[in-house]
């Protein structure tokens, strides 16, 4: 892990720290050097453009802080057993002491944010947790309907995923005191990388590798979520027998194996790609209009691995 | 409710509010004017003894709204069916959406300090909601443990629950810029208020009136939480009946209605209601030296009347 990155987990270690055995195990297990820091990486890559200062790495923490505090508390609320190819915290913990650890580690994260950044930062990550907690609130609602559209899937990502990239963005540069010009675009930047980087783990879901993806596949449909694969599977449904058993409230989990055959086999995968493309794309071409040099060339690169994974 | 507190209602409105109709729903019940506003109240209070500025409102609002969201999470997490004699968020919403629209809650509680208070304010929110989880899970960790002590438990409801009344008082006092003395004897004031209010709090699951607690007697117990009456009861206990019943790793339901009881029965009540009656009066010692006033006489009655709620 390059140095930069090394030293966002530093900070990370020394503040989501506890006295508590059980939170300190818990909290252990998450920042092991298991995640990627993406939303960091991006943060310290967009400061480039600007003055790289002390306060990014801990913005750059307080957001991948953020980041895992969200999982927590999803994988409680999906009842997923893995992250990371590693038990999740509800598995180990119980879901009790998992939301209280979400909790903590959300209080965390606006220690350092209060502690160290400008008020700016504070408000704005306020204000996206509000958001990601709607949008999971609506795609919670929305299991097991077929008829939502892909509009509304496209909304949903954007709260609960893009934003948090976006942010990460803008904020490096930000802080950095880059141009307003520069701060906006890396904002566009962002939230296309994000968009692109949601689909394609939704659609990692059907046809990852599940070593690579450290969760069984085929989870996200065994809940009922219905993401964008399927959507353009239903789209391209024309016998009808996957809307047939969409046509139900819920399904058994034989009809979810059966709706991930189908998803695969009916070019459903294939066509969510398509989307993936098309916001890579637009990442790429923003990415290609900053100032020249060895930061462009890097968030290129950093952008193609991240979403041109399966090339 | 008087002007004041109406004011702070009208802020938690205007700030825990959402497009989302399940949020909204959720939201609308809580603050529906059936709280009691005791955190809030006492900020404003302690706020009299310097200047009562704007910004008093704002901070009250966000202590409530941090207060809310803990419960939502409790509740979730002992699957307590009612909160103040109306159905929990997460019998109405699921446990999903209930863990979720206590992130979001939180969240705006966070946007409201970092928007309106000192840098100081939303370090202490934060610092306290670390807490707050560390000791729930502590109290998680000790369900169905009757050797710990009551010193423990002290510990515990201090995090979980004094320290925000105390945070409510000094912020008060503070962000009023009162001298240090009043600021830390208002600290001290709310942290005595908090810890008697707890162990009231707690002996009203033994011994309260049904309608006027809001929810059925005997959940503590039922859930394995061992508070203070137990204690003292098991200290009591010469026959060993119940240090018998606590020698199981955990009870059955009927275990768990002999135990109440026995506490009731036992002394437990009246010998935890000592300890509530020590906290109060070292908080109207404390009371009893600031300035003299009509502001010194109002929470003096305030916390007669909260504490001495049987009298």
């Keep these: 892990m390059p140095e930069a990155l090394e030293k966002v987990f530093g900070i990370i270690r020394g503040s989501a ?17 298991n995640g990627k820091l993406l939303r960091p990486g991006l943060l310290l890559l967009a400061a480039q453009f600007g003055k790289l200062r002390e306060k990014h790495y801990q913005i750059a923490a307080a957001l991948e802080m953020l980041h895992m505090a969200t999982l927590i508390h999803d994988d409680v609320i999906d009842d997923s057993p893995l992250r990371r190819g590693l038990p999740a915290i509800h598995t180990r913990f119980g879901r009790q002491d998992a939301v209280l650890i979400g909790d903590f580690l959300l209080s965390r994260c606006f220690l350092l944010t209060a502690e160290y950044t400008s008020p700016q930062n504070a408000l704005n990550l306020a204000r996206l947790i509000s958001i990601i907690c709607t949008m999971e609130i609506e795609q919670n609602n929305d299991r097991f309907k077929s008829n939502i559209s892909r509009r509304s899937y496209l909304r949903k990502i954007m709260g609960k995923s ?24 890396l904002r566009r930047i962002g939230y296309n990388i994000g968009i692109a980087f949601q689909i394609i783990d939704d659609i990692l879901d059907y046809s990852g590798n599940q070593d690579s993806v450290g969760k069984p596949l085929g989870n996200d449909i065994t809940a009922g979520l219905i993401t964008l694969p399927v959507l353009c599977a239903l789209h391209l449904d024309n016998s009808g027998t996957l809307r047939d058993i969409f046509s139900r409230p819920a399904f058994t989990p034989e009809e979810a194996k059966l709706v991930f055959t189908l998803v695969r086999s009916s070019g ?10 098309t916001y890579t794309n637009r990442a790429l071409r923003e990415i290609s209009s900053l100032p020249p040099g060895k930061n462009r060339d890097m968030l290129n690169m950093l952008t193609k691995r991240l979403l041109i994974r399966e090339a």
């Design 17 to 33: 720290v506890s006295q508590n055995p059980i939170i300190a195990e818990g909290l252990k297990g998450l920042f092991n050097g």
């Design 162 to 185: 893009a934003l948090l990239f976006s942010l990460a963005c803008y904020a490096g540069a930000y802080e950095a005191k880059a141009s307003r010009e520069i701060c906006e675009r």
């Design 268 to 277: 459903g995968v294939e066509a969510a790609g398509k989307y993936a493309e």
